[in-house]
C-alpha cells in the first residue's frame, strides 16, 4: 500500500505561481514513476506531468509545458509540482499518482486532492 499526501493548493491570480507537494508513505518508494493530474468541475481527469525515478525523466502535458515544472526528493519521498504563470483554466482539483504508466497513464493510488483555482 501506497499512501500519498498532498498539500500547497490554494487561490492565487491570473499569471500567479504555486506550489504543489505530495509526499508518499508506505511501499518502498520504488515506482518508476509518478505524477500529477487533475479534475476540472465538468470535466474528466487529466494528465498534468510525470517524472521517473531513476532518469528523473519528465513528461508534461501540452497544456502546462513551460508553465509547469515537476521535481522530486527521493530523500523526503516527495514530489513537487511547481507552477508558474497560471491561468484560469488551470483551475481544477490536483491529484497526486503513484505507479504512472507509460508516463501518461495512472497508476493505481492516488492522494486526496488539493483545489487550486486561479481567478481571472
Known amino acids: 500500500q501506497v499512501q500519498l499526501v498532498e498539500s500547497g493548493g490554494g487561490l492565487v491570480q491570473a499569471g500567479g505561481s504555486l506550489r504543489l507537494s505530495c509526499a508518499a508513505s508506505?511501499?518502498?518508494?520504488?515506482?518508476?514513476?509518478m505524477g500529477w493530474f487533475r479534475q476540472a468541475p465538468g470535466k474528466e481527469r487529466e494528465f498534468v506531468a510525470a517524472?521517473?525515478?531513476?532518469?528523473?525523466?519528465?513528461n508534461y502535458a501540452d497544456s502546462v509545458k513551460g508553465r509547469f515544472t515537476i521535481s522530486r526528493d527521493n530523500v523526503k519521498n516527495t514530489v513537487y509540482l511547481q507552477m508558474n504563470s497560471l491561468k484560469p483554466e488551470d483551475t481544477a482539483v490536483y491529484y497526486c499518482?503513484?505507479?504512472?504508466?507509460?508516463?501518461?497513464?495512472?497508476?493505481?493510488?492516488w492522494g486526496q486532492g488539493t483545489q487550486v483555482t486561479v481567478s481571472s
Open positions: 517524472i521517473r525515478r531513476g532518469t528523473s525523466t519528465t
Open positions: 508506505g511501499r518502498t518508494f520504488s515506482s518508476s514513476a
Open positions: 499518482n503513484y505507479g504512472v504508466a507509460a508516463m501518461t497513464r495512472p497508476g493505481d493510488y
